[in-house]
């Protein structure tokens, strides 16, 4: 089972508008990470927030992590057309030297011309 | 360099055929994984190297072959495949230890017929 549960699912806006995706997990983190899938292709990776990090920026990218809540978040302002893609959090499981990355279920963003 | 780079792109193959797929880089990184990625899904693991040592199985079936010949090279030996073996294959890397930022191949676009 997957650590991470995305929603929405899937997120259709138009261009220009911002783009907000939440991620729920269940047990406690060392950090968090989020990834970006264009359609069948690699993963790429976009920001690691830490566990004692609240909020963390980079360009047009915001993601703000409650801990309390096991909970996070990734806002995309001004979308554009090139944003599509589907977006992952993941979050580390297992002991040292035995880590694995496991990743939530996705949102499928759309951003509409 | 920031590339892994996996081969082939694409892959069809029949039931009773063995193939392989490769996956390489160049970054220094002492941890490489393959995911398995069905349509609309997250990546699943399905084995981590760490020093060449392969330290997580996933409890993948055995027609899939994991090797780790140094620690620039990857490869996953598929013999005796089903129909629904037919997924994206994705090869990654890391700094060991931990997850800190992981960088994915383009994948394996893998059709079992």
């Known amino acids: 089972s997957q650590q991470g549960e995305e929603d929405p699912q899937a997120l259709s806006i138009q261009e220009g508008e911002n783009a907000t995706m939440n991620c729920s997990y269940k047990?406690?983190?060392?950090?968090l990470q989020w990834y970006r899938q264009n359609s069948g292709r690699g993963l790429v990776h976009l920001i690691l927030?830490?566990?004692?990090?609240r909020e963390k920026h980079s360009g047009r990218l915001r993601v703000t992590l409650d801990t309390s809540k096991k909970s996070s978040s990734l806002l995309i302002t001004a979308s554009r057309a090139a944003d599509t893609a589907s977006y992952f959090c993941?979050?580390?499981?297992?002991?040292?030297?035995?880590?694995?990355?496991?990743f939530g279920q996705g949102t499928r963003l759309t951003i509409n011309p | 360099d920031t590339e892994v780079t996996q081969t082939p792109k694409h892959l069809v193959m029949g039931m009773t055929n063995k193939k392989s797929l490769k996956c390489e880089q160049h970054m220094g990184h002492r941890a490489m994984y393959w995911y398995k990625q069905k349509a609309k899904k997250p990546p699943e693991l399905m084995f981590v190297y760490s020093y060449e040592k392969l330290s997580i199985n996933e409890s993948v079936p055995s027609r899939f072959s994991p090797e780790c010949p140094n620690s620039s090279l990857l490869n996953l030996h598929l013999h005796a495949l089903q129909p629904e073996d037919s997924a994206l294959y994705l090869c990654?890397?890391?700094?060991?230890?931990?997850?800190?930022?992981?960088?994915f191949g383009q994948g394996t676009r893998l059709t079992v017929v």
């Open positions: 993941a979050t580390e499981k297992g002991t040292q030297g035995a880590q694995k990355l496991v």
């Open positions: 927030i830490r566990s004692n990090e």
């Open positions: 990654a890397s890391s700094q060991v230890p931990g997850w800190r930022k992981a960088f």
């Open positions: 047990t406690s983190i060392n950090n």
